[in-house]
């Protein structure tokens, strides 16, 4: 998936579930300065962070990946 991709899809679930970036970046343990590069696709997340991202939003890696 490019990295691009990720970071739209994280931002979208992220808004559906009603988080702030800043309160999404504290549930994750990120600054949101990480979380911003994240979702403009400038830095890819790693497989630790996508479980975290998963767990918090209670989604699927699936789900991220786009249909």
Do not use: H
Not at 1 to 26: C, D, N, P, V, Y
């Amino acid at each position: 998936m490019e990295i691009e991709s990720w970071g739209r899809r994280i931002r979208a679930f992220r808004k559906l579930k009603g988080f702030t970036q800043q309160r999404f970046a504290k549930e994750m343990g990120i600054s949101v300065s990480v979380l911003g590069e994240v979702e403009r696709g400038s830095r890819e997340p790693d497989e630790k962070m996508l479980k975290k991202v998963t767990s918090v939003l209670n989604i699927t890696k699936q789900d991220l990946i786009q249909r």
